[in-house]
């Protein structure tokens, strides 16, 4: 295969993030607190406003384009764009749209961006009598797959039947990314550390997910700006390259059909395009941050992504290995959605950033490259590969 | 300004369509009608569906990605995308999104689409007592503008204060259209001619506009798959390359704050682009697909894409300067909107491609350049211009 077009063409400029708060604990909207995350990521790359011309979100982002422009002053919008049909799965996704744009002359400077405030509008994590259900949440909602927790449930406690996959070894990802955001104050479990007998000691939500094995509910917000290397020179700070980045589904993916696709975070296909984009393999991640609706789904990730073998995810999480600072894969090292905050997995690419400019909480001592691993899920995924 | 790296460097090479039937008649599923307009482009195309890769659409087309892929039988999808906030206003902004994905080297052969089955979810036209309004609508539904005639009438109704444009003109645009359609089978209104007069004698809907100013309300769905232009040369079809393409919005088009917003398309900015990206002018335009939710609309967006000086686009309808055959601007040869279907504008992008390739049923002789204006708005809105 050819080299890539866009490998190292495109890079991250500005990232910035609202006060992640609780879950309906914020005074201000989804709008504010979109806007507010778009501003410091504005003013993190040191550019005005007047500078960006692109906006972008994913997951259904509430918030409307024509409205955040006019709230923010941007003169002149020239993209604007959604990754369609993913849920976590666009974190990653939604900065390769913007680099699609840049790339193609479409757009000099875009913000990729999510904001959430479940608080307001009610929570991923409940099922409601009478709820309309539609697409493909019409085929498990007769079994009573309501919410995502019973639908990543069954996937994870298939991946225990086949592999004998443990509680303790999903407790072990929830652990490391507590462990982390002890060192992060922006996250909202900071000053309040936990063991792996406090996992195991806490109620069960969905058999096999105990309350610490699901992501937070929390209300905030985080943004991203995009343009090409070229113009990165010329902005603050040192650029974060996207060395790779892909997104989509595999065959039958959106299908309960195919039982070979219950023990999987769905990343296969998807994972392999962005190491051929990317160029590099495994053995050459330094860091990553993999999406963690629930904790389950990081080791089907985890395992997609080459770092293991399928169905030896639950061993590998084990022993400190995934955790900062002596694990020789530290995942999520902000604390992620389990620990840091809620944001529908963008502070996961706000914290792959940090790590390239060396400026995590949880800095990887000379790490150079980091994968961001956006959602597991039916609907599409996407993942990226970032180099200082 | 340098040349714009994308001109002439994609191609659309199929296109299909759904039967168009009135509001509520189809049989099928808005699902159905999706894969069925996909597949039928696919097939124009000389391709099989384990080629496409991509799918994008806009104006929050109802179906998922991932269903789609699985039931069309994509082995694997590498870009699913939305345009973000607009509604007609898409049409040319998918296809910008596809040959971004193309460009990039992110996916191979991408179909843009729209699938619109309203009589199984409710009508566009009307508004409900306890009808819940969001975002931008929060501004106008206080005041009763609860519809997109409601609003759109506003803009029409300022245009005529301003500039004296008329009823008669607006319905000029309405028998243009009209004419086309009694050539062209597909069209719901074929074998149903209209007269001038029969506009003026027809009931008010939201004054100024009648109702053979406003858009049909069907049922049915239209794609186009785009891909390479060096690809393209080994399809079936003579590819339609795209020259340019652009979307987005102006400073403040989302906002009522600013009156001067009030008679225009909110085409300014982005048709400037998009003959900078193109490198031609409106002069070099043979025939244009120009979107009609509503007769006024269509005066406004000729006036933004440069065809006569603002203010005159009234009488530059009259005349019969927009009929084809012998009119120095042919538009909606197909019979768009109002007399073909109302597929959100996507039928405006697949008769841009007949014409392109001269089997339109109105074909506009020895046609080189074709524009497509997507939507007028306070959304994003789109257009492209292609040629043979």
């Known amino acids: 295969m050819s080299v890539w077009p866009m490998r190292d063409q495109t890079a991250i400029v500005g990232i910035g993030e609202t006060e992640y708060t609780k879950w309906g604990q914020t005074r201000r909207s989804e709008f504010q607190l979109a806007c507010e995350a778009i501003l410091k990521a504005i003013e993190d790359a040191g550019l005005n406003v007047k500078d960006i011309d692109g906006l ?36 990653s996704g939604a900065v390769h749209n913007a680099c699609m744009a ?27 009598t009478g709820q309309k259900v539609s697409g493909g949440q ?27 996959t443990t509680s303790r070894q999903l407790g072990a990802v929830a652990v490391a990314c507590r462990k982390h955001a002890q060192h992060n104050p922006r996250a909202i479990m900071y000053g309040r550390p ?52 892909s997104q989509g589904t595999g065959f039958q993916q959106g299908s309960f059909a195919d039982k070979s696709k219950f023990d999987t975070a769905n990343f296969e296909e998807v994972a392999k395009d962005l190491y051929e984009r990317a160029g590099v393999t495994p053995r050459d991640i330094d860091v990553a941050q993999i999406y963690e609706n629930f904790t389950g789904m990081v080791i089907m990730s985890i395992e997609n992504h080459g770092f293991c073998k399928k169905g030896e995810g639950g061993p590998f999480v084990e022993g400190g290995r995934i955790e900062w600072p002596d694990g020789e894969l530290p995942i999520n090292t902000s604390g992620g959605n389990l620990s840091e905050a809620y944001t529908h997995g963008f502070e996961l690419v706000t914290e792959a950033v940090r790590q390239m400019r060396g400026t995590s909480t949880c800095q990887v001592k000379d790490a150079e490259i980091c994968l961001v691993a956006s959602g597991p899920g039916v609907t599409p995924v996407s993942d990226m590969i970032l180099r200082r």
Chains 1, 2 share one sequence.
């Open 138 to 164: 019409a085929y498990g909602a007769p079994f009573g797959l309501m919410t995502p927790a019973q639908r990543f449930a069954l996937q994870t406690r298939r991946h225990m039947h086949l592999y004998g």
């Open 56 to 91: 972008c979100s994913y997951a259904g982002d509430r918030n409307e384009p024509s409205l955040l422009a006019t709230a923010l002053g941007i003169p002149q919008l020239r993209f604007s764009n959604m990754l369609w049909g993913g849920g976590g799965g666009g974190g």
């Open 194 to 245: 936990m063991t792996l007998e406090d996992h195991q000691n806490s109620r069960m939500i969905v058999d096999p997910f105990r309350l610490y094995d699901c992501c937070l509910e929390s209300d905030g917000a985080a943004a991203a700006v995009i343009t090409s290397a070229e113009r990165a020179k010329n902005c603050k700070q040192r650029p974060v390259y996207i060395m790779g980045v």
């Open 102 to 128: 840049v790339f193609s002359g479409s757009a000099n400077h875009v913000v990729a961006f999510r904001a959430l405030a479940q608080g307001q509008f009610g929570r991923f994590g409940q099922s409601r």
